[in-house]
Nanobody
Framework: QVQLVESGGGLVQHGGSLRLSCAAS????????MAWFRQSPGKEREFVAT????????IYADSVKGRFTISRDNAKNAVYLQMNSLKPEDTALYYC????????????????WGQGTQVTVSA
């Protein structure tokens, strides 16, 4: 049974930092493209960042470029999202996703999803 479990969310002040983690189990992790998406209340889920299985290729949403960094540790079956210079508009439920295709901003390319971890940035 494939499972993705996110952690690391919380409440942080404007300008602060958080590191999200996603632990994968029941799957050959190094073959997976991993991604982070987020969803704010009343909005559609949106792409944040993605990382290839080798870790060599990435894509970031323009809104987080230069502030967020996606990384992975294949030995630990984990992917991370380091979020710096957080803004109130980054407040959302953050989802970890996995897929077998190449890096993509499209939700439909990802077939496994976690339950999400809440990030709240106060003004």
């Amino acid at each position: 049974q494939v499972q993705l479990v996110e952690s690391g969310g919380g409440l942080v002040q404007h300008g602060g930092s958080l590191r999200l983690s996603c632990a994968a189990s029941g799957i050959t992790f190094r073959f997976l493209t991993m991604a982070w998406f987020r969803q704010s209340p009343g909005k559609e889920r949106e792409f944040v960042a993605t990382l290839s299985g080798s870790g060599s290729d990435t894509i970031y949403a323009d809104s987080v470029k230069g502030r967020f960094t996606i990384s992975r540790d294949n030995a630990k079956n984990a992917v991370y999202l380091q979020m710096n210079s957080l803004k109130p508009e980054d407040t959302a439920l953050y989802y970890c996703a996995a897929g077998y295709r190449g890096i993509s901003m499209q939700e439909r390319q990802y077939t496994r999803w976690g339950q999400g971890t809440q990030v709240t940035v106060s003004a």
